[in-house]
């Protein structure tokens, strides 16, 4: 089984928000260093989704613009060859 390599970040909190995690940790259980990668991993993950479907969206909507303009071409062809 290979090891992944976890990248270290560091994180400075105000006193007040050091204290409410600390709480909160306590009334949950989970120690802090937990807690916090547990909230930044949904997070993450969370606003990665929406980033990746305002992408996907995005490359619909060129696909379908761009097969307009090629059927408006093809349309404006023939109406040319018609005439």
């Known amino acids: 089984m290979s090891v992944i390599k976890k990248k270290p970040r560091s994180l400075s ?10 709480k909160l940790c306590d009334q949950l259980g989970v120690n802090p ?3 916090l990668l547990n909230e930044v991993g949904k997070a993450v993950n969370r606003d990665y989704l ?4 305002a992408e996907r969206q995005q ?3 060129q696909d379908f613009f761009d097969k ?10 023939n109406n ?3 005439d």
Do not use: G, I, R, W
């Open 33 to 35: 260093h937990a807690y």
């Open 59 to 61: 490359n619909m909507f």
């Open 50 to 53: 929406a980033f990746q479907v």
């Open 80 to 82: 040319s060859h018609s």
């Open 68 to 77: 307009m303009a090629v059927m408006a071409e093809a349309e404006s062809q």
């Open 13 to 22: 909190l105000t006193p007040e928000v050091e204290d409410k995690l600390l």
